[in-house]
């Protein structure tokens, strides 16, 4: 009897231990969750998400500032989308013209000769008073500039833009958009304004122009 009291004693023993010794291997969170587990939850967190095909879901953060900028002014947007069509093909920044002003449809009546538009075409001295400014001019070696044709030339307000940087040693290009009138001289003023800029040929698009047009055109200038 002794002898089976002793070997019950020793089993019972044997099977605490080896409860204690399973028991700290694996300690548990108050919601049940086991350590193990959290700490591959928390390397997973600590590792960038990516998308299915591998690239990483990170903001993409530009890691050198373009040389070339797309500067337009659109009172009707028909100017914006060529725009943003040749700055995404190009890589370059955009930046938009905006008039403290905004110009309304009763502005931009062109059969009135009494309408905001029609007195600062004839205002050879009007300059309408742009909102904002171009943060660092000096980091574009090109500039392409878009605007629609009023009477046959741009804009006063471009104007307004080109006067208020130093364009020496840049390269510029005009770009336009219009129901039916052609280029011509329309950047005739701007260019007259800029001293010790090379100018190269403008173009002029219709609204609808398609993004490979648009890129024809400025592939087109080979510039360096």
Request: one cysteine or more.
């Amino acid at each position: 009897m002794k002898m089976k009291k002793i070997v019950t004693i020793l089993l019972a023993t044997a099977m605490l231990l080896s409860l204690a010794a399973c028991g700290g291997g694996n300690k548990t969170a108050e919601n049940g969750t086991s350590t193990e587990s959290l700490q591959e939850t928390t390397e997973e967190s600590k590792t960038p998400k990516s998308n299915p095909d591998g690239s990483s879901s990170e903001p993409y953060k530009e890691s050198e500032k373009s040389n070339i900028l797309v500067a337009y002014f659109s009172a009707t947007k028909n100017t914006e989308g060529i725009a943003r069509k040749l700055a995404d093909g190009l890589g370059a920044d955009l930046y938009e013209i905006v008039p403290k002003q905004p110009y309304t449809d009763e502005d931009l009546d062109y059969g009135n000769s009494k309408s905001r538009a029609s007195v600062e075409n004839d205002d050879p001295d009007a300059r309408p008073p742009i909102s904002g400014s171009v943060e660092n001019m000096k980091q574009y070696d090109v500039v392409f500039i878009g605007y629609p044709i009023w009477w046959g030339k741009a804009p006063k307000i471009m104007s307004t833009f080109i006067e208020s940087y130093d364009f020496s040693g840049k390269t510029l290009a005009a770009f336009c958009t219009s129901a039916s009138s052609g280029f011509g001289s329309s950047d005739s003023a701007l260019r007259s304004s800029t001293g010790g800029a090379v100018w190269l040929d403008g173009h002029r698009f219709a609204a609808d122009a398609s993004a490979d047009d648009v890129l024809a055109w400025a592939n087109g200038l080979e510039i360096n």
